[in-house]
């Protein structure tokens, strides 16, 4: 082990296109997505046959199947199989939570190299069969003879085989993420316009950045798809300004406003798979690979959406980066504004923007965040500049190494330079960390 903490080097990273649900990934698993990503990651910084000191990734949605998936990822990979790996699972934070867990790896010096990454697939999702059916089917396999088998096999009754499905509902409060999103944009102040603004902006920077060549090393074709294909070149505010709300609806009529969320300016459910290449100075110089960027810092935050303390009104689910930052700024000696770019996962268009909101607000600030002032507002043109999860797509575990290998590669095309990232995710999780070159 190493006495002080080695700098962690982001090499580069690589995924597979993202693609919209039940579409051209219908019948890809979890693994296929995460070996694939690892492959192509494998392929572009020669890792053929190479131990990785760990690798870590996981999945929001797993099957039965899926106990083991990075493990059986890797063994499936081209890499050399003795490499450790495990699950790690964060929600949407999932992919940075598991670059930090190498990343911390590298830096106290247990290992020199590691993967991080994460996979999904709505259209893959698994059905659980009922607590009814399951309990029966238990019983049936450990039954002694035949008949007692049909003996079980007769109490099954037509409810029982009502499959259950994941929900995208928070367990405690019944209400999916973008209603949950919808009461803290009203809350903030966030308007329809705004919303659909960011989410145009998301689609035009994701195209002229395939335009430019930016992603061609970060994205490896895969089943044929060549690009995200959630990404529509064509949208605009005008288009976007006439879909019809999808979130909030009985919030705003309970508070006689309009809502405001719709499939527009809201990520689409999506698969797709990404993977991040992590390891020290030394390592990436005996390997001759060039470094991109530096993991810096990092900081997880959560915050009670159910309750509220202190009089005040619970803190909206997706509000977590909004604590977890200030941390990270104060550690750091750094202000807001001290970052050539912001990468704030867009699960939805009014997420961000109540984030940049609530930074802004002199009494969120103060009376939430605890701060003695507003941490004021960010330089827009630094935001997400070669698009996001709205245009990209968000399978939930594989966006934050999507993230973080194309902030890296914006660094190294910059030559030098500070970032930040923020990713927001279910059960009131907020995942940031500071990306330098
Ligand atoms: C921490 C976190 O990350 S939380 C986030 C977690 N993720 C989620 O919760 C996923 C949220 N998303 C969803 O549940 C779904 O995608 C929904 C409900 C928003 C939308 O689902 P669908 O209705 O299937 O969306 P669909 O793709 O059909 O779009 C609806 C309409 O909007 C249109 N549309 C969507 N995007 C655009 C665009 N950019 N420009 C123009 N029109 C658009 C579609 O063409 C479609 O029009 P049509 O009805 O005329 O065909």
């Known amino acids: 082990m190493t006495t002080s903490p080695r700098k962690v080097a982001i090499v580069g990273g690589n995924r597979i296109p993202f693609a919209r649900s039940n579409g051209k990934y219908a019948d890809a698993s979890n693994q296929d997505m995460l070996t694939a990503a690892i492959d ?3 392929s572009r910084y020669n890792l053929q046959g190479k131990r990785m000191g760990m690798v870590a990734a996981g999945a929001v949605l797993k099957h039965a199947r899926d106990f083991n998936l990075t493990r059986e990822s890797v063994v499936g990979s081209v890499l050399d199989s003795s490499s450790p790996a495990y699950d790690v699972q964060q929600a949407c934070g999932t992919g940075l939570a598991t670059a930090i867990q190498v990343a911390d790896a590298i830096a106290v010096g247990r290992i020199d190299a590691g993967i991080a990454g ?3 697939t709505t259209s893959d999702a698994p059905l659980a069969v009922n607590d009814d059916l399951r309990k029966i089917l238990i019983k049936v396999t450990s039954a002694k003879s035949t008949v007692d088998r049909l003996r079980l096999l007769g109490d099954i009754r037509p409810q029982s085989l009502v499959p259950e499905q994941p929900q995208n509902a928070e367990p405690r409060t019944g209400l999916s993420m973008g209603e949950h999103a919808a009461i803290t944009a009203r809350e903030l102040g966030v308007t329809r316009e705004a919303q659909d603004a960011l989410a145009a902006a998301s689609h035009h920077n994701l195209a002229a950045s395939y335009e430019s060549g930016f992603q061609d090393d ?13 990404m529509r070149p064509d949208s605009s505010e005008e288009k976007l300004g006439k879909l019809k709300p999808v979130f909030g ?3 705003a009529e309970a508070h006689g406003t309009e809502a405001t969320m719709t499939a527009g300016n809201s990520t689409p459910l999506t698969d797709g798979a990404s993977a991040v290449l992590l390891a020290s100075e030394a390592w990436a110089e005996e390997n001759k690979l060039p470094v991109r960027a530096y993991l810096v810092d990092s900081e997880t935050a959560a915050v009670d959406f159910i309750h509220g303390h202190d009089g005040r009104t619970p803190d909206g689910l997706l509000m ?3 604590y ?3 941390r990270l700024l104060e550690r750091n000696g750094l202000t807001l504004q001290d970052f050539d770019y912001y990468e704030i996962h867009e699960a939805f268009a009014s997420q961000v923007l109540a984030t940049l909101a609530a930074w802004e607000s002199e009494e969120y600030c103060t009376e939430r965040l605890g701060l003695d002032s507003a941490l004021g507002s960010i330089d827009r043109s630094k935001l997400n500049v070669h698009g996001s999860s709205l245009a990209a797509g968000h399978p939930f575990a594989a966006t934050g190494a999507r993230i973080l290998a194309a902030t890296a590669k914006l660094l190294e095309e ?4 500070r970032a930040l990232i923020s990713i927001c995710a279910a059960g009131g999780q907020g995942v940031t960390a500071i990306v330098e070159r």
């Not at 910059?414 to 330079?417: A, Q």
């Open 249 to 251: 609806k009985r919030d």
């Open 414 to 417: 910059k030559g030098s330079g």
């Open 218 to 230: 970060l994205v490896t074709p895969f089943l044929g798809v060549p690009r995200d294909d959630n």
């Open 320 to 322: 977590a980066p909004t």
């Open 324 to 326: 977890a930052v200030p």
């Open 40 to 42: 192509g990651l494998a």
């Open 118 to 120: 994460g996979t999904d």
